[in-house]
Every structure is written in structure tokens, then in C-alpha cells.
């Protein structure tokens, strides 16, 4: 793996420089988490695609990135490395808030996305307002409460232990910031108007963005598909990496040759 950094935005990219004859998958995110929530599909698809996961800015290796952090300024940030990649075909994965980060790219930038890959996300992302109090007053209880919410009772131990990590290396205001963002996104009335295909993904056991989040974006999308992974809760990425990665190659295919 490589890291890789264009004006403080940091990012981890599979291969460098990207190979021109295979698609570029750049993905994004949850709230609170960072570039390492997608090893499992950086190791598992590199073959497939130029695979790059970005930190947003005030996370990780772009901790020090001074943009402003809400969806719209994280959507405009990447069309700024978008254009520094100057891919042949860029698919855009994002992960619950990077899913709306997504949505809110192809809506302002669609001639740079050429398709798009939603996992446990929706159109409209509601947080409870004593989930926003608990990250100031007492984030490791929040830390606690989310890590019970988001992932199954079934993960294994070393992957809870690993996304509970990740909120812990994420800054409060940071997370704030983003679960915030994610309260005030709402694209329920617009999201027919995005034309690339896409693939949504959700998860049958997840309860803060419940497959009919997913049903709804595949039915209003102009290309949307939906695909359901069993098994998993909010973070299908890291709880079922082979079925998420399964069906990320399978909806790959039609941009390879292209």
C-alpha cells in the first residue's frame, strides 16, 4: 500500500502510480472512522480496480487538512483529488455519512463519478440529538453505545475491537462534526436525479440505516441496484468483507474494457 497525500488530504492508494487501463475505486468513510474501515477491500480488490481510500479531512493522515467538514465541503474536497487522479473511470464507495458524501458528489459533480457503490447509508440520515450530547460529554461511553449499535452480536472479537479503535483515534469534534453533517443530509427529493449506475448495499441486521433505506435509494436511482448481505449490521464492510467485496467485483464488471 501506498500513502499518498495531495494538498494535506491524506489517502491510501493500492498501487502508484494508478493503472490507466483498470477503474479507480475511490472510497469514503463512515462518521468517526477513517481510511482503515476498507483493509478488507483494499486487500481483497486491488486486483480489480485502483483502489484508494481517503481520509476526509480532520481524520487520520488528513488530520491536518483545514477544509471545512460537512458533506458538501467533503463532496467539493474530493472533486478537488478527483481531478488530481484524472482516472480513465472513477467509482465513488462510501460507507453510511461517506454514502452521503457520495450522493452529494454525483449530485454536484456527476461528470467526474462513473458510477457509485452505497453501503448501509441513505438519502436522509437522522441522529438522535442525545447521541450528539454523549460525543461531548462522555465519549467513551458513546464510543460504547455506538460500537453496541452498529455492529452484531455475532462480529467476531477482534473486529469490534478494531472499529472501537477507530473511533478512539478519531478526534471528538471531528466525529461531532461529522455526525452532525450527517443529521442536517437529507436528498430524498433529489436522488432520482443522479444517472450513473450504482450499487446499494445493505445489511438485514442493521438497525441505524435498515434495508429499507437501501431498497428505497436502488428504487429511486435511474441505475440503481440493491444487493442485501446477511449476517452483518451497520459496518458490512469490516463484519462480512467477503460478501461486501463479492459484490462490489460483481458490479466492477461492467466498467472493465470500457
Known sequence: MFAQDFNELGYLASQWPINPDIPTLLMVHGAGLNHSQWQKQMTGLKGHANMIAVDLPGHALSAHHDGNQSIIDYADTLSELVTELDSSQLIM???????????????RHPTQVDGMILVNTGAKLKV???????IHDDYPAFIRHLTDSALSENTPPQVIEQFAELLMQSETEAVYNDFVSC?????LEDIKQIACPALVISSDLDQ?????????????????????IEGAAHVSPMEKPEAVNHAILGFLQQFNGR
Do not use: W
Not at 93 to 99: E, I, R, V
Not at 128 to 134: E, K, M, Y
Open 93 to 107: 464507495a462510501g460507507h453510511s455519512m461517506g454514502g452521503a458524501v457520495c450522493i452529494e458528489f454525483a449530485m
Open 128 to 134: 438522535q440529538q442525545d447521541l450528539l450530547q454523549q
Open 183 to 187: 443529521n442536517s443530509f437529507d436528498r
Open 208 to 228: 441505524m440505516t435498515p434495508p429499507k433505506y437501501g431498497e428505497f435509494l436502488a428504487d429511486q436511482l435511474t441505475q440503481g441496484q440493491f444487493t442485501l
